[in-house]
């Protein structure tokens, strides 16, 4: 389906605080989660001027462990691909409020990601998320053995945010391949 929005980054301080204002309530509001900052690349899609969807890369920069690394403890042996560091970036904050936006997002986020180096996707998502990739063609493999670190979770986002962990369906680690948004 065709969106008629159109997707940039959230460059100035201006973009970025406008986006940030766009996913907080949302997130609040469909996740019962309260987001942590993020330092992460922003894209947003805009209809008629305004934002209607958003998706962020975590990881760009460096090799340092992801922000949802602290979320989970796991086996990188577990992982479905090789979990190198360099080569994945961290995708979060994936909200579509208009029809046809999520494949548009997402799809421009890999293309991005794959075009600066990285060849994989770190995702926290509950079931109904994984569908909606695959819905679009993209397949997320689970990380095996991964769990939840409840009682840093609880620091992190307090009682009311851990609903969005502990309410079924429960979330959690996926990995896919970035290739996947060119149809590969």
Not at 32 to 45: D, V
Not at 67 to 78: L, N, V
Not at 88 to 103: D, E, K, L
Request: with cysteine.
């Amino acid at each position: 389906m065709q969106s008629g929005a159109e997707v940039s980054l959230a460059l100035s301080e201006t973009e970025r605080l406008e986006a940030i204002g766009y996913i907080e309530p949302v997130m609040r509001e469909r996740f019962k989660c309260e987001p942590p900052p993020t330092r992460g690349l922003i894209f947003i899609a805009r209809a008629k001027g305004a934002i209607v969807g958003s998706i962020v890369l975590e990881g760009m920069a460096d090799a340092s462990p992801f922000p949802i690394e602290g979320r989970y403890a796991f086996d990188p042996k577990d992982a479905p691909y090789p979990f190198d560091r360099p080569y994945i970036v961290q995708g979060t904050r994936w909200i579509a409020t208009a029809p046809g936006v999520s494949n548009l997002l997402v799809r421009t986020a890999m293309r991005v990601a794959y075009e600066l180096g990285k060849r994989h996707m770190l995702i926290e998502a509950k079931p109904y998320s994984v569908k909606r990739l695959g819905e679009l063609g993209i397949v997320c493999r689970e990380i095996g053995n991964a769990r939840l670190r409840a009682d840093e979770v609880l620091a992190m986002v307090g009682e009311a945010g851990m609903l969005y962990f502990t309410e079924p369906p429960v979330p959690t680690l996926y990995l896919m391949e970035l290739r996947q948004a060119f149809g590969e």
